[in-house]
């Protein structure tokens, strides 16, 4: 079974658009992210939820909402849809806050996010 | 503003010697530093940390060595094998679980 997973895993749609990219962790863990892989490969850490609270929510546009039905999802809203956008996105999950000794963070797959 | 970085984007090693991945950063405040390894089409997934109070951590073929004063960290992978190409991403993590990677390097593994 896939630790953290999200889903699509390919999405192509137009500007303007609205769309959601879902993730879902079955580590049990309490934290989970957004991060965005850019043109430059650069993982970016967008958002960070821990037991369904924000507690990180970087310098990201609005059109940007991250919603956390339970610990074990994190899903990203993205409205009005710029071509910018166009990115990698990745979810992750870790333990808790506190990293330590065996407590590491786990990443998904990647949501290639495609705005025409 | 890059706080980690990794200046080489790819490296090229013969199967069977050594890889050193090299990692700069710039905040003296991480109090830990990661290596992920990433397939293409696949996340990064988790190698091997260190903590900052740390200069040494080993597990198996992959050792991170980080240098405090000049603010440099590297992932030492002895022997080098096929399945080790990948691209490798160095992040700092800062109290309050913010991470900061590196762009990467694209570590090729000849046979």
């Known amino acids: 079974d896939t630790a953290v997973s999200q889903t699509p895993k390919y999405l192509v749609t137009q500007m303007g658009n609205d769309k959601s990219i879902k993730c879902e962790q079955n580590?049990?863990?309490?934290?989970m992210y957004w991060y965005k892989q850019d043109s430059k490969k650069f993982l970016k850490i967008m958002f960070s939820y821990n037991n369904k609270e924000l507690i990180i929510n970087e310098t990201v546009p609005n059109r940007f909402s991250p919603k956390s039905p339970d610990k074990a999802h994190l899903n990203l809203h993205i409205n009005s849809l710029e071509l910018g956008d166009s990115a990698v996105y990745f979810c992750?999950?870790?333990?808790?806050?506190?990293?330590?000794?065996?407590?590491?963070?786990?990443f998904g797959e990647g949501s290639w996010l495609t705005v025409v | 503003d890059q706080q980690v970085k990794q200046n080489s984007p790819s490296l090229s090693v013969q199967e069977g010697r050594i890889s050193i991945l090299n990692c700069d950063y710039t905040?003296?405040?991480?109090?830990?530093f990661l290596w992920y390894k990433k397939y293409p089409a696949e996340g990064p997934t988790f190698l091997i940390s260190i903590s900052s109070i740390k200069d040494k951590n080993e597990d198996g073929r992959f050792t991170v060595f980080l240098n405090k004063s000049a603010k440099h960290l590297s992932l030492h992978i002895v022997p080098s094998q096929p399945g080790d190409s990948a691209v490798y991403f160095c992040?700092?993590?800062?109290?309050?679980?913010?991470?900061?990677f590196g762009t990467g390097t694209s570590l090729t593994v000849i046979p």
């Open positions: 992750a999950s870790s333990q808790d806050m506190i990293l330590g000794s065996g407590n590491t963070i786990y």
């Open positions: 992040a700092g993590h800062l109290t309050g679980n913010q991470f900061y």
């Open positions: 580590l049990g863990h309490d934290t």
């Open positions: 905040n003296s405040m991480f109090d830990y």
